[in-house]
């Protein structure tokens, strides 16, 4: 039996076995209920209020996020108190509490649960405003309102540079488990590694995670897609959905894109739909190899040293270009205006494809 002692209302009415157990409960079922209730005293009364809950609104739980779904309850309750006022001389009874409870949260859940399934998509993401009210711990907010990037220091020891206008919500400490973040605007982030603490950041409907890392995440409002980009390492990047999904169903090898150094990966917040590309400037993420000057050197020979050297995947006809010799300067030259040189010396193209570089044309042949 999974651990309930930290369980509010809402989470006791939107959890699976706990409703099973109030409205189809086996007999092991309610022996094992009975004898959590005894050994948890404290949670008598949450526990009777959720069980009025659940009798009161059969239907199974809607899928709805864990901002919503505390959005409903809190209206639910609402509802509950306005129609429950009581003069103090009398007390309430079993059937009046349950005819009152059932029509507040009638009509309020079934109202959101409406609204869930006719809106589109885009209505159903969440904003960094809602994800910080539906913060199980308490955060603190720090919004960059300078014109340089404000540098954070976070309680593991990883920082954030924070862009001028955006915001970050963060726990003072970390709790065991895993660390979490949210942002608006964008950032970059160098983070400590640590296997046994994965680090979350949250922006709108875009999840990243990463066990150690230079990331940086832009999720700005009013902006139709969100980025992340790797500088050193690998992250994976998610549809908040996704990933609560995943984590709710205790999977641990979870489905994002994963992206390393030079890759980026854009989401359309209105579609969820992600793109991996590379980044517009590519670096070298190999320090100990930095191509500078060739001297008749084979053209597939340059092509391998430039894959090597930025870590971005270079697809060729290696037949064809191994005889074909190139002298040439590539220092202080930027990735693609190195590629473009080098392209040019033996009439060849090259193409952008994704997350890898594909070269057409062009070579020398067999001499």
């Given amino acids: 039996m999974k651990s309930y002692q930290d369980f509010f209302l809402e989470e006791f009415y939107f959890d699976e076995a706990f409703r099973k157990w109030v409205l189809k409960p086996e007999p092991e079922d309610h022996a094992r209920w009975e004898q959590w209730l005894s050994e948890h005293t404290e949670k008598e009364t949450v526990v009777a209020q959720a069980r009025e809950l659940v009798h009161a609104l059969q239907p199974a739980a809607q899928p709805l996020s864990a901002f919503e779904k505390k959005e409903a309850m809190d209206a639910i309750m609402r509802r509950f108190d306005e129609h429950t006022v ?75 540079s924070l862009d001028p206008g955006s915001k970050l919500s963060y726990p003072d400490h970390f709790e065991d488990g895993s660390r979490t973040v949210y942002l608006s605007g964008s950032a970059f982030f160098q983070v400590n590694g640590n296997p046994l603490q994965p680090f979350y950041v949250y922006a709108d409907d875009v999840v990243t995670k990463v066990l150690g890392t230079g990331f940086r995440v832009r999720s700005v409002q009013g902006e139709r897609s969100a980025l992340v980009s790797v500088k050193t390492g690998r992250v994976a990047v998610f549809t908040r959905e996704t990933i ?29 739909v992600t793109t991996k590309t590379l ?49 040439a300067s590539l220092a202080g030259l930027t990735f693609y205006e190195q590629l473009e040189l080098v392209c040019d010396a033996v009439g060849a193209e090259y193409k952008v494809t994704g997350d890898h570089i594909t070269i057409t044309g062009g070579g020398c042949g067999t001499p």
Avoid at 260 to 267: A, I, K, T
Avoid at 304 to 326: H, R, S, W
């Fill in 86 to 160: 009581v003069p103090l001389h009398q007390k309430p009874t079993f059937l009046m509490s349950r005819l009152r409870l059932a029509a507040a949260a009638s009509v309020v859940f079934v109202a959101l649960a409406c609204l869930w399934f006719f809106r589109n998509p885009a209505e159903r993401s969440l904003s960094y405003t809602q994800l910080v009210s539906a913060s199980a711990v308490a955060l603190r907010e720090v919004q960059n309102t300078g014109t340089t990037a404000m540098l954070i220091s976070l309680s593991d020891q990883s920082t954030v």
């Fill in 279 to 327: 980044v517009e400037e590519p670096y070298p993420t190999d320090p100990g190899i930095i191509p500078t000057d060739f001297e008749d050197s084979p053209v597939s020979v340059i092509f391998k040293t430039l894959q090597k050297a930025y870590g971005i995947e270079i697809t060729f006809d290696e037949e064809l270009m191994k005889n074909c010799p190139v002298t």
């Fill in 244 to 272: 609560e999904d995943d984590r709710k169903s205790g999977n641990a090898d979870l489905a994002g894109v994963l992206i390393e150094p030079n890759q980026q990966v854009s989401v359309d917040k209105e579609s969820a």
